[in-house]
């Protein structure tokens, strides 16, 4: 079995405590080699002064390939321009162009009068723009405001034309999943990368918030593999199992890359990594 490109989702401190969580999260995953790293917005871009510092401290001390993300919420296009000249100033060359959730309290996602109505209008803005690698979002289940079960597909396209270069996509419980939207995509003309994104279960509950917040179906089947794990005491085992049969499916389905969504807790990330093959290649010594 083929080793698969890696890349890891980190989100910015908030707390003190929420920093050593991050270094330490950026410490142990480092050294497996990541392709790159992302680092989030909070919901209504509340975070978007924390997450620059991450991404900066994150390429400097670490020595990884940064995606920052950027969304459309709450920003016009002159702040926008304001961010991504910070960016490259810091020396980022890959953002993740998101929509974005609506701010808190809000129901739905509205337009920044003198922003950005959609991801593909983002898109396109840094694509003329001309300094970066241009990722973006996929959903592999129809996203919750899709309007049919290809709307999400065509618009990944649109994403694509606009010059988005690749795709990360919302997690999913089975590989089956991401197997028909890559299938879907083929036969909508999506040539750019799509990759998987793949959520290790620290929380069994949480995971099925995430789920229900996002539009990600849960197999029953999962759902009374956690019930018994539960009862049984050996809901990490099954997590780390499950997370790695799932990417080992993938890998034998032809995938080459996967971006796992670590929650800034690397333990199990790190675990389901060496599970297939992919071990630490030097050891860091720098931290933030």
């Known amino acids: 079995m083929a080793t698969p490109n890696i890349s890891f989702e980190f989100f910015p401190p908030q707390t003190l405590d929420a920093s050593f969580r991050l270094w330490e999260t950026a410490q142990v995953l480092a050294p497996l080699q990541p392709n790159f790293v992302s680092v989030t917005y909070g919901a209504g871009g509340t975070t978007r002064k924390l997450t620059h510092e991450a991404v900066t401290t994150i390429g400097k001390n670490y020595g990884l390939n940064v995606a920052a993300h950027l969304t459309c919420v709450d920003a016009t296009r002159a702040e926008t321009k304001d961010i991504i000249d910070a960016y490259a100033e810091a020396g980022v060359t890959d953002i993740v162009a998101l929509r974005g959730d609506a701010p808190k309290g809000a129901t739905k996602f509205t337009p920044h009068p003198e922003g950005f109505a959609s991801s593909v209008d983002l898109i396109e803005f840094l694509a003329e723009d001309g300094r970066f690698n241009i990722r973006c979002g996929a959903y592999p289940e129809p996203h919750p405001e899709a309007t049919d079960a290809l709307a999400d597909v065509r618009f990944l396209k649109r994403k694509q034309d606009a010059g988005a270069t690749s795709a990360i996509t919302q997690f999913f419980f089975e590989a089956d999943t991401f197997f028909r939207f890559r299938d879907a995509c083929d036969k909508e ?70 971006q796992f969504y670590t929650l800034n807790r690397p333990t199990l990330t790190r675990d389901v990594c060496h599970a297939l093959g992919i071990t630490p290649q030097a050891r860091l010594e720098k931290v933030a």
Do not use: N
Request: charged content about 25%.
């Open 189 to 258: 003309g999506v040539t750019a990368k799509i990759i998987p994104g793949i959520l290790p279960i620290q929380s069994w509950a949480g995971a099925r918030r995430f789920a229900e917040r996002c539009g990600t179906s849960v197999p029953t089947w999962v759902i009374e593999a956690f019930e018994a794990a539960q009862r049984d005491g050996r809901e990490e085992l099954l997590a780390l199992s499950m997370c790695t049969e799932l990417c080992d499916e993938l890998i034998r389905g032809g995938v080459e890359d996967l």
